[in-house]
DNA sequence: TCTTATGCATAAGAGATTTATGTATATATT
DNA sequence: AATATATACATAAATCTCTTATGCATAAGA
């Protein structure tokens, strides 16, 4: 993903909140809507999206359905019953790290 | 550290600005103080605190100065002009990931 | 006396991501 | 027509960071 190692392990958390947008997405698109929506800040890589993807889907908090388009191959995911909400856990929990960080990195924050 | 893994590779920018804060400490005492800070929201493990303490001073970042104290040894580090303005760097990366995270999580933020 | 707190350290394993490949079709460029 | 770029998937090896499990040692509290 991105240059700063701070994006380490909040993949899951950005694919759920897309999908939780947008309803059904495919790989391709995430990375591509993760590039606008940063205005290229960050880029998400094949070699983590995909297998992030898979492992979701073997948890069951996505589904898939493959297509075709123009010839080519697309698999669309969207959230399971449980993948919204863990979806839900997920966002709260970024919140709560970022309320942490700043109880931390700006002393006037205080964790409550 | 923490229980969620969004904390993974936040370890040195908390180390840094604490450093940066309190001018000198001891790996104990930034357990004490993570701990403190955050309400035990977040605990430092020490197998990730003194490699990592290790790794900073390896690349000039920290300055060490070994004392006793009660009979039992502390070292205590603190930054070195390097250091100084790596911690500058680290906080306002860490700014950049929560403003892009921000951008991906709520719509309504924009990265500029 | 036994447990907890203080204080350091390292090694094995797990987990997430990067980097490097590989395959294939469609479209744009030279 | 040939080549490069974009689209679209996938996986494997290496790397990095952290967790978990130890180990050693002193001080203080129950």
Redesign the pocket.
């Known amino acids: ?3 700063s ?1 701070l ?6 958390t950005i694919i759920l909140k897309l999908l939780e947008e947008h309803h059904k997405m ?7 809507k993760v590039k606008e929506l940063t205005k290229g800040e960050l ?13 979701l889907e073997a948890e069951g908090l996505l589904d ?1 359905e493959v297509t075709k ?8 995911y969207k959230l399971t019953e449980q993948g919204t909400k863990e979806t839900v856990n997920k966002l709260s929990e970024l919140q709560e790290y970022i309320k942490t960080m700043q109880a931390l990195v700006n002393p006037k924050f205080v964790v409550k």
Do not use: C, F, W
């Not at 994006?7 to 899951?12: E, H, R, V």
């Not at 495919?26 to 591509?32: A, F, K, M, N, V």
């Not at 880029?43 to 492992?55: D, F, N, Q, R, V």
């Open positions: 993903m991105g240059n190692n994006y380490k392990g909040s993949l899951t495919y790989g391709y698109e995430i990375t591509q880029k998400i890589t094949e070699g983590a999206l995909y297998p992030s993807l898979h492992k898939v388009v123009d010839n080519r191959l697309r698999k669309y």
